[in-house]
């Protein structure tokens, strides 16, 4: 009877402790600013991993909303605060938060939530279309090209007139593409933006910059067929 009292003493001590720490973190307040002087991420899209093996893609609202898309699904129930170079967000009622600085074009920090968990996690800020240079462009719509890029693939895209972008290369055929153009400016997103083109369109050749969201970089060209 003894040792189970003292096993049951030792219990609420772990047990206290435990939720003392919790209850703080669950409170942690946002980091203060180190750098006052960095750019407010309001109207910006950032992605990235964290590590619990999700990759996330975060909108910053100008009004303080937070529109985040993981694998799961797309959400408007989060928000953000943003102190100089300081940057915290919930999700889904406080749910999950994150708390990280920004330097430059990347975010990273850590992160916790109701049941306990911790884990670090990252961003990148998304680079948006280009503005159109030339607005007398024509149209990529019903049009196909040959395309070289520096990552060592050779690919085939087919710009179809609804905005779906058709393309091969050597593991297969895909439909899962989408095509933006405004004027010279072409961009292009493959498999739930798991792929991102951007390029400029001249005559019959168009070159450019891609990315992933492992944060992968390289240059493509294309030529029309």
């Known amino acids: 009877m003894k040792a189970s009292v003292q096993s049951i003493a030792k219990f609420a001590v772990l047990y206290l402790a435990a939720s003392v720490c919790l209850l703080a973190l669950a409170q942690e307040p946002p980091p203060s600013s180190a750098n006052d002087n960095a750019a407010s991420v309001a109207g910006t899209t950032w992605a990235g991993p964290d590590t619990m093996g999700r990759h996330y893609e975060y ?15 797309s959400f408007t129930d989060g928000t953000w605060k943003q102190d100089g170079d300081a940057i915290y967000m919930s999700m889904n009622n406080k749910y999950s938060e994150r708390q990280g600085r920004i330097s430059g074009t ?12 911790t884990w670090t996690w990252e961003a990148d800020r998304q680079i948006p279309p280009p503005p159109s240079a030339n607005g007398t462009a024509a149209s990529l719509a019903g049009s196909s090209w040959d395309v070289i890029e520096t990552e060592g693939d050779r690919d ?15 593991n297969g055929t895909y439909s899962n593409g989408i095509w933006k153009q405004d004027g010279d400016a072409i961009y292009i997103e493959m ?15 168009i070159e450019g910059k891609a990315w992933n969201v492992k944060g992968r970089k390289w240059t493509w060209v294309a030529e029309k067929r």
């Open 191 to 205: 498999n739930n933006k798991f792929v991102e083109y951007t390029g400029r369109i001249t005559g019959s050749h």
């Open 59 to 73: 909108e910053f609202l100008p009004d303080g909303t937070l529109h985040y898309t993981y694998e799961n699904g």
């Open 156 to 170: 085939i895209f087919n710009f179809q007139a609804d905005g779906t972008l058709n393309y091969s290369y050597q």
């Open 106 to 117: 990347h975010m990273a920090g850590k992160a916790w939530n109701v049941v306990g968990k």
